[in-house]
């Protein structure tokens, strides 16, 4: 059975984190989120992949070489929707196919359930349905697909998956590949809503931190690094090549610490967190609940909790980051957030500056003793 993964979008409501990088490239828990797609349809024993590259597509082709199964990539040289997306590899499709986001987690167990149907989906309820296409089913058949409404009716949404005949390409007459489906479905083709066990997608930045914790629990345990014997390390902790780890420091799992990083002494990494590679985290610093990417140095004395901060960020000593409630406007909408701070590529911000409920775009710098509480910055700001 063949795939073909949509990896072309960039995910807007995501940025700044999508910036200088797709969706499906974002690092949770240090691995790129379209990996752990791959790495379910290869437990499943499909190895007939097929990519839909776009935006950025050079580091998504970088990224796929790197692979050991050989992935066969196709361009959408312009971002126009799903089917557009899916139109662009069928030329490649010889048969079957399932249908995969690349920027959704989705665990093989789930796939297994889907793979071999004839025309079906794989459906999981939400507690946020109008960010999806909502799916009404009956006697375990989709009977309507609502995209994004308003006010939805059912807690039931598609999370994008599907498993399809070539005869889908008839019904294509949009973009969307929801408006497909939906089509098909009029027309009196039945089309199977399959639950999924574990499916994760990151709406909004924030969002990346849940399935963080998620992802987390597959970190297998290994200290590969130079671990101080008075640090005290529990739980599940996996530590990269050529890491340090100080004296007096306290680790406790699920944590994955990238390589080349220098930790302590005297910090203290709480579960749930990711920290990349080459990063520095200076001594006496608390970090919990964050997603830390590479190349990244957090000065001493600094509290950073739930938090995702991107590439390049240099933080001055006794920064904060700490989790409140606001609302953020995202795309001309008012959406309830809760979390520290979203933090953009190579942000630069001065001693004693206190974060929270804030996204700040790349390229920012923020001077010492700075306070910005629910607020947005664009890219390439200057706070004073």
Not at 20 to 25: D, G, T, V
Not at 117 to 128: D, G, I, K, Y
Not at 152 to 177: C, H, P, W
Not at 191 to 213: E, H, T, Y
């Amino acid at each position: 059975m063949q795939a073909v993964i949509l990896a072309a979008g960039e995910g807007k409501r995501v940025r700044p984190l999508t910036r200088s990088r797709p969706k499906a490239l974002i690092p949770v828990a240090n691995r790129p989120i379209i990996e752990y797609v791959i790495e379910a349809l290869l437990k499943n024993g499909i190895r007939d992949i097929i990519v839909v590259a776009g935006y950025r597509k050079e580091q998504v082709i970088r990224f796929l070489n790197q692979l050991e199964v050989p992935v066969e990539v196709v361009i959408q040289q312009k971002q126009l929707g799903t089917a557009h997306a899916l139109k662009c590899a069928e030329s490649k499709i010889t048969g079957d196919f399932l249908v995969l986001p690349g920027d959704n987690y989705i665990d093989p167990h789930s796939i297994a359930r889907i793979a071999g149907q004839s025309n079906a989906m794989l459906v999981r309820e939400h507690p946020n349905p109008s960010n999806f296409g909502v799916v009404m089913l009956q006697d375990g058949y989709v009977t309507e697909i609502v995209e994004k409404p308003e006010h939805a009716q059912s807690l039931m949404v598609s999370t994008g998956i599907y498993s399809l005949k070539k005869e889908i390409f008839s019904y294509i007459r949009g973009n969307d590949l929801t408006d497909a489906i939906a089509a098909m479905i009029q027309q009196g083709t039945p089309v199977r809503g399959v639950p999924a066990d574990d499916w994760q997608d990151a709406i909004f930045a924030w969002d990346l931190l849940k399935m963080n914790r998620r992802l987390l629990h597959q970190v297998s345990p290994g200290r590969e690094g130079v671990t101080s014997r008075q640090a005290i390390i529990s739980g599940v902790v996996h530590i990269g090549k050529g890491s340090t780890i100080g004296p007096n420091t306290v680790i406790s799992g699920p944590v994955v610490i990238g390589n080349d990083c220098t930790i302590g002494p005297n910090c203290c990494i709480l579960p749930n967190t990711s920290i990349g590679s080459r990063v520095t985290i200076e001594p006496f610093t608390l970090i919990e609940d964050s997603l830390i990417m590479d190349d990244t140095a957090i000065g001493s004395h600094s509290r950073i909790v739930n938090s995702v901060i991107g590439e390049r960020c240099m933080l001055a000593d006794h920064t904060s980051a700490s989790i409140s409630t606001g609302l953020m406007e995202i795309e001309g909408s008012a959406i309830r957030s809760e979390f520290g701070a979203i933090l953009g590529d190579s942000v630069v911000s001065g001693p004693f500056s206190t974060f929270r409920n804030s996204i700040l775009g790349n390229n920012v710098t923020i001077e010492g003793q700075s306070r910005i509480t629910s607020r947005i910055i664009p890219d390439g700001s200057m706070v004073v």
